[in-house]
């Protein structure tokens, strides 16, 4: 599969697949043509990079687990480990956003109660 057929078949636009090989967060087999080989198998790993990317996960410790995830070296623990710590890192992130989200709420609700009084 050429990488705009897995564009348009998995949803993942041309950018992200293009920055994805960039950074170096997959391994990928190049075809006789130099393109890489956009296989089923490929693009399930290029989903996970993209929900942990989505996620917020830092470019050296995503193509660090990554590549073991691909090469089968890290352990059933180690892949826990790091996703349960991506996890709470993008829980971390929401709590922060809907803090910030109920302090602007009031002081919207606060400049309307305000306004309303004025009157």
């Given at each position: ?65 990554m590549h073991g995830l691909m ?18 890192k993008l829980l971390e992130s ?26």
């Amino acid at each position: 599969m050429t990488i705009e057929e897995a564009s348009e078949h998995f949803g993942i636009s041309l950018d992200k697949l293009r920055l994805y090989e960039d950074q170096g967060l997959f391994d990928c087999h190049k075809g006789v043509n130099g393109h890489i080989e956009y296989t089923d198998d490929l693009m399930d790993y290029i989903g996970i990079i993209d929900v942990l990317t989505n996620a917020g996960a830092e470019a050296e410790t995503l193509r660090s687990f990554m590549h073991g995830l691909m090469q089968s070296s890290i352990t059933k623990e180690e892949k826990l480990r790091y996703l349960r710590a991506q996890r709470q890192k993008l829980l971390e992130s929401i709590h922060l956003k809907q803090k910030s989200l109920d302090q602007l709420d009031y002081i919207i609700f606060d400049i309307n109660k305000t306004s309303d009084s004025a009157r």
